[in-house]
């Protein structure tokens, strides 16, 4: 039950974002309601049914993954990859590339395959929007580790 609440709280973080409808197929608007209103009883117990049918083993391995990425960073590393852009800060890029790419990978893979969003989006575009992101993520941590490999920090007396 422990997973299955992690898990809820990702896809939680995941359905939050109001980007969901530009990515989503034509005509988005006239097929499927606003993602941020709440979900129906249908609607949860699909959720729940399909996180249940997930491998166990992959949900531990997202539980462990993530358990030390604030959810501030995981809102702003989903808007990026929702959005397509890079609006996710240092700190955070830092985080996800800790949290590494096979994690990432994983969170995408449940994401895509919940009922609520799996006819609403473009699977493609969401896998190659999150390793853009983590791209981008992984040369802005290396340059800031080079900037304070270039600059050390002062000794304190």
């Not at 980007?19 to 097929?31: G, R, T, V, Y």
């Not at 702003?76 to 890029?93: E, H």
């Not at 969401?126 to 992101?133: C, L, M, R």
Request: net charge positive.
């Amino acid at each position: 039950m422990a997973s299955l609440n992690i898990i809820s709280s990702i896809i939680a973080i995941l359905l939050i974002s109001s980007a969901i409808p530009s990515l989503c197929k034509s005509h988005h608007d006239e097929k499927h309601p606003n993602p941020t209103s709440p979900p129906s009883q249908k609607e949860l117990d699909a959720r729940e049914k399909y996180i249940n049918s997930l491998p166990k083993d992959l949900i531990k391995f997202v539980e462990n993954c993530t358990e030390y990425l604030p959810i501030k960073c995981g809102e702003k590393v989903i808007n990026a990859i929702l959005d397509k852009g890079n609006n996710v800060d240092k700190k955070c890029c830092h985080d996800l590339v800790g949290m590494g790419y096979k994690c990432t990978k994983s969170i995408i893979k449940v994401y895509i395959g919940l009922p609520e969003v799996k006819d609403k989006i473009n699977p493609k575009v969401i896998k190659s929007n999150a390793k853009k992101v983590f791209k981008k993520c992984v040369n802005s941590d290396k340059k800031n580790k080079n900037d304070h490999s270039a600059h050390p920090p002062p000794i304190l007396p």
